[in-house]
């Protein structure tokens, strides 16, 4: 069974920056396509960012090009969102998501089927 953590949530002020990790166990992480998501208070889900599997693909919703970076360390298990310059509209409840072996459709919540608890990205001004 798939079992993902997310944690480097909290406060910071705007432009500052965070960096969010999410530990995969129970699998062997190269194998599975791993999705950043975010939720603000009364609103639905949004897509972040993704990477395949094979690591040779990355997406990144608009609002965050230029700003974010998601990587993977398959030897540590880990993925991680680099999250610079950041403005208050990032404040969210931030999920990592897992799904193995998909090629397309990462940026579809549908597309996971493992799902992380989310941590806390509050961004102050």
């Known amino acids: 069974q798939v079992q993902l953590v997310e944690s480097g949530g909290g406060l910071v002020q705007a432009g500052g920056s965070l960096r969010l990790s999410c530990v995969f166990s129970?699998?062997?992480?190269?194998?599975?396509?791993m999705g950043w998501f975010r939720q603000a208070r009364g609103k639905e889900r949004e897509f972040v960012a993704a990477?395949?599997?094979?690591?040779?693909?990355?997406s990144y919703v608009d609002s965050v090009k230029g700003r974010f970076a998601i990587s993977r360390d398959n030897a540590k298990n880990t993925v991680y969102l680099q999250m610079n310059n950041l403005r208050i509209e990032d404040t969210a409840v931030y999920y990592c998501?897992?799904?193995?072996?998909?090629?397309?459709?990462?940026?579809?919540?549908?597309?996971?089927?493992?799902w992380g608890q989310g941590t806390q990205v509050t961004v102050s001004s």
């Open positions: 990477i395949r599997w094979s690591g040779d693909y990355t």
């Open positions: 129970g699998r062997t992480l190269s194998r599975y396509s």
């Open positions: 998501a897992a799904d193995f072996q998909r090629y397309t459709f990462l940026t579809s919540s549908r597309s996971y089927d493992y």
